[in-house]
């Protein structure tokens, strides 16, 4: 009998090796918003931390966390561990309780809508603004001002943080970007087709008239302002195709006299260096949240 | 038309950022060993480097790196995406190019033999050295030497890489094991119930009886001068509850003046720590292969 | 002209490379308090965080940063540069701004007194808590709750830090023991000489009189209580000739279920590791800092 | 007498924890070189690996570390501990035995010849090929091929190092440049002042002569060629005042086709990014070192 005790206990630790009453879990939940602005069904997933069902009183500072071109909602929690890693580094203090938001901006680029911007048709960002923004902090016991509201985003999703922190300074207290698509080659080269409608080329096109880079290039000094209210943090790898419009908005931001932390660690852009990234992600927001 | 060129090298480049011609890509490829032993057949998982299929007089240094309870051959690859990572390594000069090859000792404790020792009715380590190994190196480019061969392995596997490299240390230069199950408290306790012949209960009395932390307060002093000639490396999480035995292993091996590295990071007996310790893993073995 | 415009600047900025104006920057300062207790002047050197100077409302937590054997109240700044790394992890977010100070308890342990503890003819702890912290959080714009004070400490005193927190946890919010003196393997053994007078002989028994093992091994459930109300961080190198007392005491906390932070890392009793454990230490306590 | 038996040791090992016997320890050495080419003395500081009195047998590979604008040949062994990270990391198995040699190219700007090109009235890049690295090379047992020969360095000596092993790619199998002077903004602008001959005037001028930006740029196919048989490593920090420069460097081998590895890490231009740079450094010239 001693022996099935050890086995059974075995096995569960290894699988839950952080035994908790289960109200006092994390949990992760995917739940669909009807918007009116994209005339669609929108998923999304939410990492709501330990304690969240029991201190009912409690209000919580909040992180969107933003997927790349043909990742979806649950990307992020399937691919990078985001409930582990966050429940191990709020453990040991590294990060601090947060919820997590990943809302659904793409599928397959050849039938779905990729994308945080407004399109002709497709109004994403109108949607977030309007529509997700408050339902979420809504809906959840979100603290709700800008200290304690975070964005980041890999790739897409990068390009996608960077802008909503320029154009909505006054939301969020900190972006971290990750392998994030500033701009587009064809933007500087001037090489964009204006005809074509799929959904892939109107991609391209929102991208590049939301080009990060020249956002900051041509921002007016009150804009500046706005901009060095936030905590920016940009993160790409030195073998990833990205890279240079990274580093175009690197010098963009000193030019323009904006802190910012900049790194450049080994890698590409694949889910190893996104996995890395979150670890530094989620300490970087928890410095600015709650202080 | 540009457009849609961009579009397409964004998602090639996304999904494998490092283009390489086929035969010049690393591979993993799993195949089935038939094991009269065994009476059964037993698949294994295998890493070749890239350049292994053009440089055909090229021999390298192999890893055999061993999976936990209830694991199988596929579960480092899956859960810890060893090929992602050894490419990354070895690019950078990290790690060195190598074999690395999981066989199955697993999968649902309930219903099939799990470990990597020998028990009755399953001699698993004679399938290891006398089928396995020289199947593999018969059938791969292996260099085939001590210096150029390791053994390594989480939980059970961390547990079967130490008792491996104990016994064979003609074999093995070097040994990285990971929370591992280096004994049983119910070994200190004489808890265990000799009558159960359940397979889990066969296991179990195989890890007390294979007890890596006895072994070195047992060792003659011609054996502790052979376990000088492994580099050791033992790694396991301040939140473990195998950690334990493996703070018990340590001081027998500090004790008997046998040198090894030793690492409590933070964390727990999961996914996200074998992930790290991998990062850890792959250059510590390099460092013993080849010089 | 423009080529000493040049070198100028060069030199002028790899000196001083984050330049501020004169009243914004940190600054290290050493002073001097008499005290009655120990009938003597005693040192201190105390880091002031930018912006003391002009924000002169501000009240700021405290870090006290203990030094070990034969050390002075200048080691940690002068082996370990904690201005430029606090300086530099305040300036990337991972630590926040905070008043450190280091008092001098040692010099050469043939002439001076050492240590942390009350001996016969040298109550140094009363010195501590009676004159040198209330003289300190007097002087200095310090915030002076447990949640925005911390102790930390190499060696004798990562002792000092962790018998501190024991015996005040409610002055303390964290403590960070870094190749702490725990324990002597004296007090396991019976071998200490009564007889002695020296200061190296009435040290050596303060020590083991105040042995952090022992304290954690007899504490009530009282106390065991108060215990928890501190973060606690021990930090040791596998190659610390004190590694096993650290791992003595981690045990006892665990088996008291007492919640702290355990990393064995790669290292020596030397500055290397207390370099590298600072980088560690100061965003530890920053997490209880303001929150 | 057990408490000075304690006291003893434990001073002792505080002070030597990797007791070894005499000959076997590492060890660093200052000698001088007399110079024809310079008609001067020239200093330099050497660290032999441990073992290296006793196995008079044994050749090893050689790194050549430069040090920066106004240091000198200790300035590297005095500011970030080369002999004892180099001791940690060997033994640790994460480089290898390795001989480090530092020579004197600097002192005060004002008054003495910095830099490590030929100049008018000093010839410092002949003297170092022609006289210093034979002398080293004969004096001590180097092995003394391109594979186990590397060179590396911070800031003035980051751009030596890197220009170095574009002029002489037939003699290093690898360059770890930090925080490297690669080039100069007055080269850009076209601002330098061609009739100062102050010994800061011509260094300046060197440095734009010798740009290792406008090496790369202007190579040609041969030149590449001979420039990827070296594995490069270029780390610089994100508040350093010569990042633009180091970026333009990597855009540059970009370009042409030319591996590096590149790391923009968090820091200035100071010892605390030096000192953790030599940590990746150590470890990176050694994968070349033997294999």
């Not at 790349?68 to 990307?75: A, D, H, K, P, R």
């Amino acid at each position: 009998m001693k022996n099935f005790l050890f086995l059974y206990t075995f096995l569960l630790l290894g699988l839950n090796s952080h035994a908790q009453t289960a109200n006092l879990k994390s949990q992760v939940k995917t739940d669909t918003i009807h918007s009116e602005i994209l005339n669609a069904d929108r998923a999304y997933t939410i990492y709501l931390p330990k304690g969240y069902e029991s201190n009912t009183d409690k209000k919580y500072p909040i992180l969107y966390l933003l997927h790349g071109l043909s990742g979806i909602n649950s990307s992020w929690f399937e691919s990078a561990s985001v409930k582990q890693v966050q429940d191990q580094l709020a453990a040991s203090g590294e990060s601090v309780d947060m919820i997590i938001v990943s809302p659904n901006a793409g599928g397959n680029p050849d039938t779905e809508w990729n994308g945080y911007f407004d399109m002709p048709g497709w109004n994403y960002e109108q949607f977030f603004y309007k529509e997700f923004l408050p339902h979420i902090e809504s809906m959840y016991r979100v603290i709700g001002n800008k200290q304690n509201r975070a964005v980041a985003g890999l790739s897409m999703g990068g390009g996608g943080s960077t802008a909503y922190g320029q154009r909505h300074p006054e939301l969020f207290g900190s972006v971290y970007a990750m392998s994030a698509l500033m701009d587009l080659p064809e933007n500087r080269n001037n090489q964009t087709d204006q005809n074509s409608q799929t959904k892939r080329a109107l991609l391209t096109k929102s991208v590049i008239e939301n080009s990060c880079v020249d956002y900051v290039i041509n921002a007016t000094e009150e804009q500046k302002e706005a901009l060095r209210s936030i905590r920016w943090f940009v993160d790409c790898g030195d073998d990833d195709f990205l890279l240079d419009s990274n580093i175009d908005f690197f010098r963009a931001m000193r030019n323009a006299k904006i802190p910012l932390e900049f790194r450049i660690r080994d890698g590409a852009h694949d889910w190893l260096y996104w996995q890395s990234a979150l670890l530094d992600c989620l300490p970087f927001v928890s410095q600015s949240f709650q202080r």
